[in-house]
Every structure is written in C-alpha cells, then in structure tokens.
C-alpha cells in the first residue's frame, strides 16, 4: 500500500434545514448536486475558484447514471469547465480515499440526498493538516442493497453488519482504535472509537468531512476511520490549521405541500444548452460598448442596442425582493403552494426571477433582502434543470426562531 | 386613409360550452355579426377576414373558420397576439378597409379554453409566453404573471388595498347579471372575494377571470358602402397596439403595464380625443387589480387615483365613466381570441343605445387589452360620430 502525504486546509459542510437535529431530508429544489455545490462554496469562502485543479465529487444518489451531474456542480462552484471531474459511486471510504490520493487543488466532495442528507467538501493541497492514508479493507456484506433500476432490499440484521463486517474488516486492519468514525450510527462509532467521538448528522459519503471538521474543531489528531458496511478506509490525521465553515441552518419540520398530478416540465434541450452557463454560474452578459449587464445574456444590449460580443460577468449573489407572487392553486407536475420573487441584485440594477427556497411558501415580502443559492428548479422530462432560488434573511431567522 | 364603419357585430354566449367547438362557435359567431345588420347583409359581400384566435383547437384555424362560415373563396389570415389578439384582429381588420385595399371585411375572434383540462390550461398557456429555459420551469402560472404587477402596485399605492381589489370584482360581477352572454350572471359581496379560496397572492377565487369558450365577429365596411347597410354605423376612430420588455425582470416599474400606455397614446391621437372624451370602456379585468393599473394608463385618473375611483363608484353604469358595463372578463368571461373583439360588440351596442347594461348617451367608447406576459396592449376606440 502507497501512502502518500496530503494537507487539508478547508471544510465546508452544507445541510438542508429541514427534518430535526437528527436526521436532514432534502427540500424538493434540493438534491446530491445542490447540496456538493453549498458545501463546496462553504468550503471555497472568499477564496478563488480557480484554485481548484481537481474535483472529486462521491455519493450514492447521484441525480443522473446518464447525462452528467459535472457540468452542473463546476458551474455552481464558479470553476472553470476544463477542471477534472470524477464521480465516484462510493460513500465515506470512497471520501477518505480521494483526500489522502489528493493532488495540491483537489476538492473532494461527499454529498447525501436520500436518508439523512448533507454534503461536505475538503479542499486538500500543501498547507493544513495533513492526512495520510493508513489502512483499506474492502469486503462485501450487503445486508441492504440498492440496484440500478433503483429497487431495495434489506437483509435486516444489524449484528451480522457489526459482527463479520465492521469487526472483521477492523480486525484485518490490525484493530485500530480510531478517533472518529463515519458511515456508522453515533452507538456503533462509539463502540469502536476511543474518547469522545464526534457525533455525525449524516452516514454517506459526506459522514467523513462532518467527522474531520469536527475533529479539527477539537483540535484533535489521530487515526479516523470511514466506514461502508464492511468497507473501511483508515487514515491518520495530522496537527494543522483548518479553516471549517458550516453551512448548517437549524432544523426545522418541512413544509407540508401538495403535487398536483400531471405531466412533468417539458424542455427545450437547445435552449437548455444556450442558457446553461449564464443560468448555472449567475452571470450576466457585459456590453463591449457600454457595460451594460443584460441578464438573461442577449445578442442586443438592452441599454445601447450594441451587437458586440459579450463578456460573461457573475452578478452579485445578495439581493432585496422586488415583488413576490404565491401560487397556492395546483399547478399539474408541481407543488404547491410555492413562491416566485423577482430580485434585485446588489446595486447592478439587474432583477432576476426565481423561485423562493429555505423558507414556507409565502413568508417573504417585498423589500426582504436575502441571496441566491443554487438549487434545482425543475426536472423536466427527465432532466435536473438547475438554476437559483432566493433564500431570504428572514428565514434564518425563522430558523432560529423555531430551533 | 378612408374611414372605417362597423356595421354588423355579434357574439356567442361565453362560458364552459363543452357542448361546442371551435367549428360550431366560429359560424354561430360569424351569423349573428350577420344578422345584426339593419339592413340585411349578403355575406358573399365579404371580401376577406382576419381571426383571432390564442390556441388551434381542432387544427388549422383560417381553414375553420373559411369552412366552417362558408366563406371558401376569400382570403383569412390568423392573428395571434397573446390576450390582445382580439383588438388586434379588429385593427387589421380596420387597416384592411383604411388602406383602400379591401371593402367589407369579416373580424372574428374565438377561443375554446376547456377542450383541455381545466389545470392543463396553465402550462398550455405558459408555454406560449415564457422564456422556455428561464422563466417556463418556475411555474409562472397567468395569475402570478399578473400577482407580481399586482403585489407591487399595492404595495407602492399610498392608497390601493386588496379591498379595492375586491370591489371591481363586485362591480363587474353587478354588471354581469344583466347580460344575456355572460358566463357568471350573478352578484358577490366583498366577504365573498374577500373570503375566497387564495389563488396567487393577492388574487382569489373571485378576483380571477373564469375560464372560457367563446366567440365573436364584426363586420367592417368603407365608409362609402355604410349606408347601404345601415343608418346607424359606429366608426373605428382609433386603434393602438403597444409592446414592452417580454420577461418581468426587465421591467422596470411593474406598477404599470407601459402597453397600454402606448396603445392609448396612439388610439387617442388617430381619434383625436383624450381620456376625458371616453362616455364608456371595456377594459381587460382577467385580475381584478389589473383593471385598477388600467384606469391610470388609460388616463382615467391620476397615478394611485384608481382606488378613489371604484370607491366612489365611478366606473359603475351611472358613474362618471363606466367601465365593464358587460360584466368584464371577470363575469362575462375570457375566451382570449375573442375577448376584444366582444368588447367591440359590447361598445356598438352602448353606441346604438342597445345594451341590456346602457350608459346613457354613451358616443365615444373604448376597448383595451393586456397581455401575454404583460407585454402587448391592443386599443380600439369606437364612435358613433364620424369625426
């Protein structure tokens, strides 16, 4: 086994606000590439994205098989579309693999949407702590399985797991006594850790990051263990500074809303393609003449009516509602009720119209300010079609109101 | 140009008619416009149509309507201008005659909403308006099109509330009871709109124009052959169609449809009036606060005056200017094809002192529409004075 020395020096986490303290669900804009996109820009900051070489993006609820989700998540984190991408199928080993092979720049990204859902994203290279591969076992015990065609089956015995799976990969790996363990419930981590494990909201792919960000909280060193069923990667975690941001707003119960039956969206595939980067990365196309931003992008500036080429320049992500309309009628193919907000962005003067997210239906105003987050507007006829929702101030609020 | 006389106008009842379709409608239409001509009326005397209609049921439209009326060796086009469809129909119809290029022409306009499913309605009619890659997939129903000029409006007003909202549905409703064609013949209370079902903020149940089908026609002809078929013509004095930015992040001040400023600027210019000169209107309610916006772009009032307006009912049948006498779209109903073109029919009636609902010495009348996603505004103004 070649281990290899790598450093982490940024953590992002990203869960949805709905469901409890336990356990997260994701909202109906939300999914794996919505929720990898806000833990990879939770983890970015202020920093560039061009920093960014290398993108590891690992679950097991990819949206798409077919199709691709890479386009969308390296337009959502602002990087360029020649940066690599690779999606793994995999949970936290998976994780902990790709950041101990980590090259300088890799973001490596776990992200959950079925069960209890979260994402997490470690931005690895020179500086930080360092993190060095220490051990892998990989067997199979399938005690729940999911296919292709998306069918389940659960064997249902826990203690078989626990016993000739967890247990016997860790005795193959000479029984290390970890600091933190993912991808097992809080008993089950506890059980194999020593001190005090850090307790995880998720068990997927994104359960390592949570565990590194908490332990590097702590700052806390030593040996982390991420866990699928009898999968295990061991790592050791070194001293370092990590800068940890948590995109965690506090629990609270979904709202309730209803689908009206009908046929899903359609779309226009071409005008998909056309839209695809001024949507996805929010920016607006800047007039060669006057420097006027037109969102949409258009062939005639809307100011000076100049045909030049355009520039593509990202608008501002902080905006205040300048109207705001609940539908509360079913509409066939959607839930409702649902809100749509026309926002004005920062002082650019430029409004964009999308839907309201984070918060109920409803319980935004005319003037509320917030920002845009990049969420899944519809899927049409087979197709995530990704842009951004408003998520208002207030709803952080609400949040904290309700928490 | 030379003057341009209606002489014949009609319509179908409005409403859910399941039991009709675009080809029953259509000549229902088209024979009543026929029969309504004082001195009878050859239709082989047409000499070419226009029809509007907003959605192709049962397949290709101007052959509907040359198949359907009888009407096999004559030129028809479509027109299809969003909700403004209507009045645009009736303009081209009146540049036809104008021009010197036809004499008698045929204007109809019809739409059969429930051939679909009521809620299918809603994506049928988006996808004819919204931007397919941005705007289509948020849902952007036709109430919440409006709900957002709406929700500003109010919130901008130093006076407008949604009660204002609800009392021009009372009135239109009021006005609605007593005509024959209209789809919802029956009064409300403020508690009722009030107290309704919410469809899209600030719009309810009752502040939304029903769904429906629905026909209607008018004859036009030179101002030479009038008399031939009537002593009592009414005159297209004016027409107007305006335009404005199609996507809502575009428009800059959304307390006001800027169409329908334009289309008025040059409706009242060719007929050489101004807003005060206008005895009676038929303007576009589909949402109760629409029809509010409208009083102000038409000039009706100031800017923010519409509240004051259907407060001191002033735009009731007896007010200082009546307007919706035929109940609106809101009670007589919105088949969008043939919307403005029954607004026509309705204000050749006030004109003619026939209306079941008639202002008193009502000359010079108005017909506007709003639409598509708010970005097309289409104006006749109607007179019984030639001049």
């Known amino acids: ?403 | 140009m030379r003057r341009v006389a209606m002489i014949g106008a009609g319509m179908t009842d409005f409403g859910e008619l399941f039991e009709l379709g675009i080809k029953d409608i259509v000549p229902m239409a088209v024979t009543e416009a026929v029969n309504s001509v004082d001195k009878g009326f050859d239709r082989n005397d047409i000499q070419a149509a226009w029809f509007g209609e907003l959605v192709a049921t049962d397949g290709f439209a101007t052959g509907i309507l040359a198949d359907s009326c009888g009407l096999l060796d004559i030129p028809v086009s479509r027109l299809e201008n969003a909700c403004a469809t209507g009045n645009d129909a009736v303009r081209h119809g009146a540049m036809a005659i104008a021009s010197g290029m036809y004499d008698v022409v045929l204007v109809v306009g019809a739409d059969k909403v429930r051939e679909t499913s009521s809620r299918s309605t809603f994506w049928d009619w988006m996808g004819m308006t919204r931007d397919a890659a941005w705007d289509f997939p948020l849902g952007l129903v036709a109430p919440a099109n409006f709900a957002l000029h709406a929700a500003r409006y109010l919130h901008e007003s130093p006076v407008a509330t949604r009660e204002h909202l609800a009392m021009v549905a009372v009135k239109n409703h009021h006005h609605g009871v007593t005509n024959p064609k209209a789809q919802m013949r029956f009064e409300i209370t403020m508690e009722q709109v009030l107290n309704a079902p919410m469809v899209v903020e600030p719009f309810g149940l009752y502040d939304c124009t029903p769904q429906s089908d629905g026909g209607a026609a008018v004859i036009l002809v030179a101002e030479e052959l009038a008399d031939r078929y009537t002593d009592s013509p009414v005159w297209v004095r004016g027409t107007g169609i305006g335009l404005d930015r199609v996507m809502h992040q575009h428009k800059r001040d959304m307390t006001t449809f800027p169409p329908t400023v334009k289309a008025a600027k040059q409706a009242y210019a060719m007929a050489g009036i101004g807003p005060g000169d206008v005895d009676v209107a038929e303007v576009h309610d589909c949402f109760t606060g629409v029809e509010l916006i409208n009083y102000e772009d038409l000039g009706f009032c100031d800017k923010w005056g519409a509240a004051k307006m259907i407060e001191n009912r002033e735009t009731y049948v007896g007010g200082r200017i009546p307007i919706n006498p035929s109940g609106g779209l809101k009670a007589k109903g919105h088949p969008p094809g043939a919307t403005g073109v029954a607004q026509c029919f309705e204000i050749w009636e006030q004109l003619r002192g026939q209306s079941t609902n008639q202002v008193d010495g009502a000359r010079l009348g108005l017909a506007h529409n709003v639409g598509g996603p708010t970005a097309v505004s289409a104006i006749t103004i109607l007179g019984i004075d030639k001049d």
């Not at chain 1, 579309?81 to 090259?103: F, K, M, N, Q, Y």
């Not at chain 1, 290279?125 to 199979?140: M, P």
């Open chain 1, 1 to 403: 086994m070649i281990a290899r020395m790598i450093s982490i020096s940024r953590i992002g986490t990203a869960l949805p606000p709905w469901g409890n303290e336990g356990a997260r669900t994701v909202g109906d804009d939300e999914d794996a590439v919505t929720l990898a996109v806000a833990a990879g820009l939770a983890a970015l900051g202020d920093t560039d994205p061009s920093i960014i070489g290398d993108v590891v993006f690992v679950s097991r609820d990819f949206p798409l098989l077919e199709g691709g989700n890479g386009a969308a998540l390296l337009a959502g984190l602002g990087c360029d579309d020649g940066v690599r991408i690779r999606e793994i199928i995999g949970g936290s080993p998976a994780v902990l693999d790709a950041i101990a092979h980590a090259t300088d720049g890799t973001l490596v990204i776990g992200s959950d949407a079925a069960g209890s859902a979260g994402a997490s994203a470690v931005l690895c290279g020179r500086s930080g702590a360092t993190v060095e591969l220490a051990g892998r076992v990989t067997r199979s015990m399938p005690v729940t399985t999911r296919d292709a065609r998306g069918n389940s089956s659960d064997y249902a015995d826990p203690r078989l797991l626990r016993e000739r799976g967890v247990n016997e990969s860790l005795a193959r790996l000479g029984d290390p006594r970890p600091i933190a363990a993912a991808g097992l419930s809080a008993r089950e981590a506890g059980s194999v850790c020593d001190g005090n494990t850090p307790k995880l909201v998720t068990t997927g792919a994104s359960a390592i990051g949570f565990a590194l960000a908490a332990l590097v909280e702590q700052g806390a060193s030593g040996t982390v263990l991420a866990v699928e069923k009898a999968t295990l990667v061991v790592a050791r975690l070194g001293e370092g500074n990590v800068l940890v941001t948590r995109d965690e707003p506090p629990a609270r119960p979904r709202p309730g809303g209803q689908l009206a039956p009908g046929a899903s969206v359609s779309i226009s595939l071409s005008a998909y393609e056309r839209a695809f980067d001024a949507k996805l990365r929010l920016a607006a196309a800047e007039c060669a003449d006057c420097g006027e931003l037109s969102y949409p992008p258009r062939h005639r500036c809307i100011e000076c009516g100049s045909e030049q080429p355009t520039t593509l320049v990202p608008l501002p992500r902080r905006g205040e509602a300048y109207s705001v309309a609940t539908i509360r009628v079913p509409v066939p193919g959607l839930i409702s009720p649902y809100t749509v907000v026309i926002v004005e962005l920062g002082d650019t003067g430029v409004r964009t119209l999308v839907r309201l997210t984070g918060a109920t239906p409803g319980s935004v105003a005319i003037g509320d300010t917030g920002r845009l987050v990049f969420r899944l507007v519809a899927v049409r006829q087979g197709v995530p079609d990704y842009g951004y929702g408003f998520l208002p101030d207030s709803a952080q609020a609400e949040q904290k109101g309700a928490a």
